[in-house]
Protein backbone atom coordinates (compact mmCIF):
# COMPACT_ATOMS: atom_id res chain seq x y z
CA UNK A 1 0.00 0.00 0.00
CA UNK A 2 1.05 3.35 -1.46
CA UNK A 3 0.56 6.93 0.78
CA UNK A 4 -1.86 8.11 -1.60
CA UNK A 5 -4.24 4.79 -1.30
CA UNK A 6 -3.93 4.79 2.29
CA UNK A 7 -4.92 8.67 1.86
CA UNK A 8 -8.09 7.41 -0.15
CA UNK A 9 -9.01 5.05 2.79
CA UNK A 10 -8.69 7.63 5.45
CA UNK A 11 -10.80 10.20 2.69
CA UNK A 12 -13.78 7.61 2.34
CA UNK A 13 -13.80 6.78 6.43
CA UNK A 14 -12.93 3.52 6.15
CA UNK A 15 -8.91 3.30 7.55
CA UNK A 16 -10.18 1.89 11.34
CA UNK A 17 -11.65 -1.22 9.35
CA UNK A 18 -7.56 -1.82 8.16
CA UNK A 19 -5.59 -4.76 8.77
CA UNK A 20 -2.31 -3.92 7.75
CA UNK A 21 0.61 -6.57 7.27
CA UNK A 22 2.27 -9.30 8.23
CA UNK A 23 4.87 -7.84 6.00
CA UNK A 24 3.75 -3.87 6.63
CA UNK A 25 6.81 -3.29 9.13
CA UNK A 26 9.93 -3.44 9.60
CA UNK A 27 11.05 -3.18 6.42
CA UNK A 28 14.61 -3.39 7.68
CA UNK A 29 15.16 -4.68 11.17
CA UNK A 30 18.07 -2.33 12.97
CA UNK A 31 16.95 1.15 10.71
CA UNK A 32 13.36 0.76 11.90
CA UNK A 33 11.85 2.96 12.12
CA UNK A 34 13.26 4.30 8.92
CA UNK A 35 12.31 7.74 8.47
CA UNK A 36 13.15 7.22 4.30
CA UNK A 37 10.04 4.86 3.80
CA UNK A 38 6.51 6.97 4.93
CA UNK A 39 5.02 4.47 6.40
CA UNK A 40 7.49 4.06 9.26
CA UNK A 41 8.19 7.74 9.54
CA UNK A 42 3.92 7.95 10.17
CA UNK A 43 3.86 4.30 12.27
CA UNK A 44 2.37 5.69 15.19
CA UNK A 45 0.08 7.66 13.77
CA UNK A 46 -0.94 4.48 11.22
CA UNK A 47 -1.28 2.16 14.25
CA UNK A 48 -3.38 4.49 16.04
CA UNK A 49 -5.75 5.05 12.73
CA UNK A 50 -5.81 1.33 11.71
CA UNK A 51 -7.57 -1.74 12.96
CA UNK A 52 -4.22 -2.91 13.54
CA UNK A 53 -1.32 -4.31 12.71
CA UNK A 54 -0.74 -8.06 12.02
CA UNK A 55 2.74 -8.93 13.40
CA UNK A 56 3.78 -12.71 13.62
CA UNK A 57 5.25 -13.02 16.92
CA UNK A 58 5.69 -11.33 20.46
CA UNK A 59 9.56 -10.69 19.74
CA UNK A 60 8.45 -9.06 16.68
CA UNK A 61 5.51 -6.62 18.42
CA UNK A 62 7.87 -5.62 21.35
CA UNK A 63 10.58 -4.75 19.24
CA UNK A 64 8.26 -2.18 17.18
CA UNK A 65 6.24 -1.36 20.44
CA UNK A 66 10.09 0.30 21.99
CA UNK A 67 11.18 1.49 18.56
CA UNK A 68 7.97 3.47 17.69
CA UNK A 69 7.01 4.09 21.15
CA UNK A 70 3.62 2.54 20.61
CA UNK A 71 3.19 0.57 23.91
CA UNK A 72 0.21 2.50 24.85
CA UNK A 73 -1.48 1.09 21.55
CA UNK A 74 -0.22 -2.52 22.77
CA UNK A 75 -4.10 -3.78 21.73
CA UNK A 76 -3.50 -2.90 18.58
CA UNK A 77 -0.97 -5.26 17.38
CA UNK A 78 -2.54 -8.51 16.19
CA UNK A 79 -0.72 -11.41 16.29
CA UNK A 80 -0.85 -14.05 13.81
CA UNK A 81 1.42 -16.93 13.01
CA UNK A 82 3.53 -17.25 9.88
CA UNK A 83 2.27 -20.08 7.84
CA UNK A 84 2.90 -21.91 4.61
CA UNK A 85 0.62 -23.65 2.06
CA UNK A 86 2.83 -26.24 1.11
CA UNK A 87 1.63 -29.37 3.31
CA UNK A 88 3.43 -32.71 1.59
CA UNK A 89 2.17 -36.10 1.82
CA UNK A 90 4.96 -38.21 0.69
CA UNK A 91 7.74 -37.56 3.61
CA UNK A 92 11.09 -39.73 3.86
CA UNK A 93 11.69 -41.70 6.77
CA UNK A 94 15.01 -40.04 8.83
CA UNK A 95 16.99 -42.64 8.26
CA UNK A 96 16.71 -42.87 4.31
CA UNK A 97 17.55 -39.43 4.20
CA UNK A 98 20.89 -38.66 2.53
CA UNK A 99 22.35 -35.24 3.96
CA UNK A 100 22.57 -34.45 7.54
CA UNK A 101 22.46 -31.27 7.99
CA UNK A 102 21.20 -28.03 5.95
CA UNK A 103 23.30 -24.78 6.68
CA UNK A 104 21.01 -22.09 5.59
CA UNK A 105 22.34 -18.38 5.70
CA UNK A 106 20.26 -15.39 5.63
CA UNK A 107 22.32 -12.13 6.18
CA UNK A 108 19.13 -9.23 5.04
CA UNK A 109 19.85 -7.32 8.27
CA UNK A 110 23.01 -8.29 10.13
CA UNK A 111 25.91 -9.47 8.64
CA UNK A 112 27.32 -12.22 10.57
CA UNK A 113 28.58 -14.17 7.16
CA UNK A 114 32.16 -14.48 9.02
CA UNK A 115 30.38 -16.67 12.11
CA UNK A 116 28.99 -18.47 9.07
CA UNK A 117 32.05 -19.18 7.35
CA UNK A 118 33.53 -20.03 11.00
CA UNK A 119 30.39 -22.48 11.19
CA UNK A 120 30.54 -23.58 7.73
CA UNK A 121 34.14 -24.78 8.57
CA UNK A 122 33.04 -26.63 11.84
CA UNK A 123 30.72 -28.31 9.87
CA UNK A 124 32.88 -29.82 7.29
CA UNK A 125 35.27 -31.17 9.37
CA UNK A 126 32.80 -33.56 10.81
CA UNK A 127 31.82 -36.72 9.14
CA UNK A 128 27.86 -35.13 8.60
CA UNK A 129 26.64 -34.57 5.15
CA UNK A 130 26.37 -30.81 4.55
CA UNK A 131 24.03 -29.22 2.36
CA UNK A 132 24.16 -25.03 2.06
CA UNK A 133 21.16 -22.83 1.13
CA UNK A 134 22.35 -19.14 1.01
CA UNK A 135 18.88 -16.37 0.34
CA UNK A 136 18.68 -15.76 -2.73
CA UNK A 137 20.49 -18.16 -4.86
CA UNK A 138 18.13 -21.05 -5.02
CA UNK A 139 14.97 -22.14 -6.30
CA UNK A 140 11.91 -23.19 -4.60
CA UNK A 141 12.03 -26.46 -6.23
CA UNK A 142 15.63 -27.37 -5.13
CA UNK A 143 15.30 -25.97 -1.53
CA UNK A 144 12.02 -29.04 -1.34
CA UNK A 145 13.81 -31.55 -2.72
CA UNK A 146 16.25 -31.10 -0.36
CA UNK A 147 14.02 -30.52 2.59
CA UNK A 148 12.76 -34.17 1.92
CA UNK A 149 15.94 -35.50 2.30
CA UNK A 150 17.83 -34.01 5.05
CA UNK A 151 17.59 -34.61 8.61
CA UNK A 152 18.79 -31.36 10.26
CA UNK A 153 18.66 -27.47 9.87
CA UNK A 154 20.34 -24.76 11.03
CA UNK A 155 18.58 -22.00 10.41
CA UNK A 156 21.40 -19.43 10.38
CA UNK A 157 19.09 -16.18 9.94
CA UNK A 158 18.98 -12.89 11.75
CA UNK A 159 15.67 -11.62 12.76
CA UNK A 160 13.22 -13.11 10.58
CA UNK A 161 9.81 -11.44 11.01
CA UNK A 162 8.23 -14.54 9.34
CA UNK A 163 10.49 -17.23 8.22
CA UNK A 164 8.42 -18.71 5.45
CA UNK A 165 11.07 -20.86 3.65
CA UNK A 166 12.20 -22.68 7.37
CA UNK A 167 8.20 -22.99 7.21
CA UNK A 168 8.36 -25.17 3.73
CA UNK A 169 11.53 -27.07 5.25
CA UNK A 170 10.09 -27.42 8.55
CA UNK A 171 6.85 -29.42 6.99
CA UNK A 172 8.80 -32.15 5.57
CA UNK A 173 10.08 -33.23 9.01
CA UNK A 174 13.54 -31.18 9.23
CA UNK A 175 14.73 -30.42 12.64
CA UNK A 176 15.40 -27.32 13.33
CA UNK A 177 18.26 -25.32 15.12
CA UNK A 178 17.73 -21.01 15.48
CA UNK A 179 18.90 -18.13 17.32
CA UNK A 180 14.84 -17.42 17.74
CA UNK A 181 12.75 -19.01 20.17
CA UNK A 182 9.92 -17.91 17.98
CA UNK A 183 11.13 -20.29 15.32
CA UNK A 184 10.49 -23.20 17.08
CA UNK A 185 7.37 -25.29 16.98
CA UNK A 186 8.11 -27.66 20.17
CA UNK A 187 10.54 -29.60 21.62
CA UNK A 188 10.85 -32.70 19.56
CA UNK A 189 10.88 -30.99 15.90
CA UNK A 190 13.23 -27.80 16.92
CA UNK A 191 15.77 -26.17 19.19
CA UNK A 192 16.93 -23.01 20.21
CA UNK A 193 20.25 -21.99 20.44
CA UNK A 194 21.29 -18.56 21.59
CA UNK A 195 25.21 -19.08 21.17
CA UNK A 196 24.42 -18.87 17.45
CA UNK A 197 24.81 -14.98 17.99
CA UNK A 198 27.62 -15.00 19.79
CA UNK A 199 30.88 -13.44 18.05
CA UNK A 200 32.63 -17.34 18.22
CA UNK A 201 30.37 -19.94 17.21
CA UNK A 202 32.45 -22.65 18.59
CA UNK A 203 29.88 -23.18 21.49
CA UNK A 204 26.76 -22.95 19.30
CA UNK A 205 28.80 -26.04 17.11
CA UNK A 206 29.22 -28.19 20.11
CA UNK A 207 26.11 -27.63 21.24
CA UNK A 208 24.22 -28.35 18.01
CA UNK A 209 26.58 -31.70 17.27
CA UNK A 210 25.91 -33.02 20.67
CA UNK A 211 22.17 -32.68 20.04
CA UNK A 212 22.42 -34.24 16.72
CA UNK A 213 24.09 -37.52 17.93
CA UNK A 214 21.84 -37.78 20.97
CA UNK A 215 18.76 -37.01 17.80
CA UNK A 216 20.09 -39.63 15.39
CA UNK A 217 20.98 -42.71 17.89
CA UNK A 218 17.24 -42.58 18.56
CA UNK A 219 15.99 -43.03 15.02
CA UNK A 220 13.25 -40.02 15.14
CA UNK A 221 9.48 -40.24 13.61
CA UNK A 222 10.25 -37.79 10.73
CA UNK A 223 6.82 -38.71 9.56
CA UNK A 224 5.50 -37.74 12.69
CA UNK A 225 7.63 -34.39 13.08
CA UNK A 226 6.52 -33.02 9.71
CA UNK A 227 2.49 -33.98 10.15
CA UNK A 228 3.09 -31.86 13.48
CA UNK A 229 4.84 -29.24 11.87
CA UNK A 230 2.10 -28.59 8.99
CA UNK A 231 -0.83 -28.57 11.68
CA UNK A 232 0.97 -25.63 13.13
CA UNK A 233 2.27 -24.08 10.06
CA UNK A 234 -1.22 -24.26 8.26
CA UNK A 235 -2.55 -21.17 6.98
CA UNK A 236 -6.28 -21.68 8.45
CA UNK A 237 -4.40 -21.46 11.79
CA UNK A 238 -3.00 -18.06 10.85
CA UNK A 239 -6.31 -16.94 9.88
CA UNK A 240 -8.18 -18.32 13.38
CA UNK A 241 -5.16 -16.12 15.12
CA UNK A 242 -6.10 -13.27 13.40
CA UNK A 243 -10.05 -13.85 14.09
CA UNK A 244 -8.95 -15.13 18.14
CA UNK A 245 -7.15 -11.97 18.95
CA UNK A 246 -9.50 -9.42 16.85
CA UNK A 247 -12.24 -10.84 19.12
CA UNK A 248 -9.87 -10.72 22.12
CA UNK A 249 -9.33 -7.23 21.89
CA UNK A 250 -12.72 -6.09 21.82
CA UNK A 251 -13.41 -7.89 24.76
CA UNK A 252 -10.64 -5.85 26.75
Known amino acids: MNEKLYNKWIKINRVNSLLLGPNFVPMRWYKFPDTNVWHERKFKEILSEVKGVVVHSNRVRNHLMIKSNTKDLFNKYILSRSCSYNL ?13 IILFQKYADS ?31 DELLLANNSKFIIYFSFYDTGAIA ?81 IKKKKI
Open 111 to 141: DHSKQGKQLLSLLKGTNKKIKQLNYGNYTRE
Open 166 to 246: LKELQNYGVITFTLQKDLVINDESGYYIPELELDDITLAFNKIIKIIEEISNKNPDSIKIAKQNQNFNRCERALDDICNNI
Open 88 to 100: PNVIKPFQEREND
